[in-house]
């Protein structure tokens, strides 16, 4: 039977350690909350391999939880502070705001596949982290507005196009992680709300299975 404590060590110090990641608080919440039980169960032997997961598909979508040092890097350009406000978009089964719960934020989980967002719920709840998470139901691109602003936002999956309406629920001075372009390779992307302006910049390459809600329409060009 897989260690999954030895697993998850490994994963911290051969994945994330290797990628810069250097928060150690960072480092921390990834070596302790089991990302074996934010999987499917017929795939829970799969949870630390290097690359993007599937937790699920409805209506002909599927969600994928992001490679640990994609999503670690991600979280960590977020540059959070405890009781800070994160959105997370395509939360799938919860892994990402588990993370961010442990780290101290208060967490509005946005998932528009309605039973992995019910599903996400027994999940946190099991590993001790659902209080401080609301999980809500909905679309990915029109974010969730009823608990705006806030501090940081994640993307948990590829963005084709400029997120506006997530940008505008951001606080001044608040952050959105994502990777956003087309195909590969995209970038991981860090905008930053100043006012009524947003900036980004790129922080490295990277990859992830695209979120329909922010594809492109063919036709469209930048």
């Known amino acids: ?57 409805e209506d002909g979508e599927t969600r994928f939880m992001p490679a640990p040092m994609v999503l670690a890097r991600l979280i960590q350009a977020l540059a959070l ?15 990402g705001a588990a993370i961010l719960r442990r780290l101290g934020a208060e967490v509005v989980a946005l998932e528009s596949l309605p039973g992995l967002a019910a599903a996400s719920r027994e999940r946190l709840s099991q590993a001790g982290l ?28 590829q963005v084709e196009r400029r997120p506006q309406a997530l940008l505008d629920q951001l606080a ?26 947003f900036g980004s910049r790129p922080l490295f390459d990277a990859t992830l299975p695209p979120l329909r809600a922010f594809a492109v329409e063919a036709g469209f060009a930048f």
């Open 81 to 95: 502070k405890p009781g800070h406000r994160v959105l997370v978009v395509g939360s799938g089964l919860g892994y």
């Open 172 to 197: 001044d001075g608040g952050r959105l992680a994502c990777v956003q372009g087309q195909g590969r390779p995209a970038k991981a992307t860090l905008w930053v709300r100043s006012g009524e302006a």
């Open 1 to 57: 039977m897989l260690d999954y404590a030895q697993a998850r060590r490994l994963m911290v110090d051969c994945q994330l350690r290797t990628f810069d990641v250097t928060d150690i608080a960072l480092l921390d919440a990834f070596d302790a909350v089991p990302r074996e039980r934010f999987m499917p169960e017929d795939r829970a032997a799969f949870a630390y391999i290097d690359q993007p997961q599937a937790v699920g598909t």
């Open 130 to 157: 659902g209080e401080g998470v609301t999980v809500e139901a909905g679309p990915l691109d029109t974010g969730a507005a009823g608990h705006a602003p806030y501090d940081a936002i994640l993307i948990e999956g």
